[in-house]
T-cell receptor, first 109, second 113 residues
Framework: TQLLEQSPQFLSIQEGENLTVYCNSS?????LQWYRQEPGEGPVLLVT?????EVKKLKRLTFQFGDARKDSSLHITAAQPGDTGLYLC?????????FGTGTSLTVIP | SQTIHQWPATLVQPVGSPLSLECTVE??????LYWYRQAAGRGLQLLFY??????ISSEVPQNLSASRPQDRQFILSSKKLLLSDSGFYLC????????????FGPGTRLTVT
């Protein structure tokens, strides 16, 4: 059973388009994290959301934590080829971190 | 600042051979340490985590084992590799209990032939 489900699994868009990636769970998390991973490298932390309803912005990336702290979304505005990568959400109910199934994004120039 | 190292970066091993992957962290004390395996383009499968020296929790039954001989050293081992052990292995650390964030090493690409 996967604790965190991400959708879509794969996404291929043209440069300049907008997109949203979703991370959903039936469990409540005290916080959720988003990571981006490039091929052959380790994931890099982008942001942590802690408060229900919280919105954080990182340049063209907007992250939102659901009011019930069971889900999160990542919205990218005007996607660029440099945004290409695997996006992972994660939560840590305790000492363990649970990762989502991942969304593989390709931005075509 | 904290840094995390993994080696080797890539490894090709025959079936039945032993394995030892090493992970070290610098710039922090008493971190939680983690080993993950990742299939191509997919999410991370937690294999082991450790909250202190000699304290290892296993998440998935398998022919792999982990050890933590020092505070900032985490080792992933196998006595006999299987083809299914091929994958991308990632080590990560976090602050102690209640930490929100994890930081990853560069990974080891293991190919079992």
């Amino acid at each position: 059973t996967q604790l965190l489900e991400q959708s879509p699994q794969f996404l291929s868009i043209q440069e300049g388009e907008n997109l949203t990636v979703y991370c959903n769970s039936s469990s409540v998390f005290s916080s959720l994290q988003w990571y981006r991973q490039e091929p052959g490298e380790g994931p890099v932390l982008l942001v942590t959301v802690v408060t229900g309803g919280e919105v954080k912005k990182l340049k063209r990336l907007t992250f939102q934590f659901g009011d019930a702290r069971k889900d999160s979304s990542l919205h990218i505005t005007a996607a660029q080829p440099g945004d290409t990568g695997l996006y992972l959400c994660a939560g840590a109910p305790g000492n363990q971190f649970y990762f989502g199934t991942g969304t593989s994004l390709t931005v075509i120039p | 600042s904290q840094t995390i190292h993994q080696w080797p970066a890539t490894l090709v091993q025959p079936v039945g051979s032993p394995l030892s992957l090493e992970c070290t962290v610098e710039g922090t004390s008493n971190p939680n340490l983690y080993w993950y395996r990742q299939a191509a383009g997919r999410g991370l499968q937690l294999l082991f985590y450790s909250i202190g020296i000699g304290q290892i929790s296993s998440e998935v039954p398998q022919n792999l084992s982990a050890s933590r001989p020092q505070d900032r050293q985490f080792i992933l081992s196998s006595k006999k590799l299987l083809l299914s052990d091929s994958g991308f292995y990632l080590c990560a650390w976090s602050e102690g209990t209640g930490a929100n964030e994890q930081y990853f090493g560069p990974g080891t690409r293991l190919t079992v032939t």
